[in-house]
């Protein structure tokens, strides 16, 4: 059973910091792509930043230059280091991981800006 687990979401103030983490059983983690993405009541989910399995990253615009992906294979495990937040960063954030063989979503974690 493959099970993606999002973890480190919480409340915190504009400028701040969170660093969300993905822990990731049931799949062989390091052959796959992982993704961050992010949904807000009434919008499409949307990508925040992936990271292949060779490591090679990739931002959407909203984090470039605050967010940073990165993955540990020896833990099975994803994360997402967010800095200089804002209030347009609350969002339920989600981890993905996708190749040829599947693509499964973790549970969302909840992440709010505000002062």
């Known amino acids: 059973q493959v099970q993606l687990v999002e973890s480190g979401g919480g409340l915190v103030q504009p400028g701040g910091s969170l660093r969300l983490s993905c822990a990731a059983s049931?799949?062989?983690?390091?052959?796959?792509?992982m993704g961050w993405y992010r949904q807000v009541p009434r919008k499409q989910r949307e990508l925040v930043a992936s990271i292949t399995r060779g490591g090679y990253t990739n931002y959407a615009g909203s984090g470039n230059g605050r967010f940073t992906i990165s993955r540990d294979n020896a833990k099975n495990t994803v994360y997402l280091q967010m800095n200089s937040l804002k209030p347009e960063d609350t969002a339920v954030y989600y981890c993905?991981?996708?190749?040829?063989?599947?693509?499964?979503w973790g549970q969302g974690t909840q992440v709010t800006v505000s002062s």
């Open positions: 993905n991981a996708h190749n040829i063989n599947g693509d499964y």
């Open positions: 049931g799949i062989i983690f390091s052959i796959y792509n």
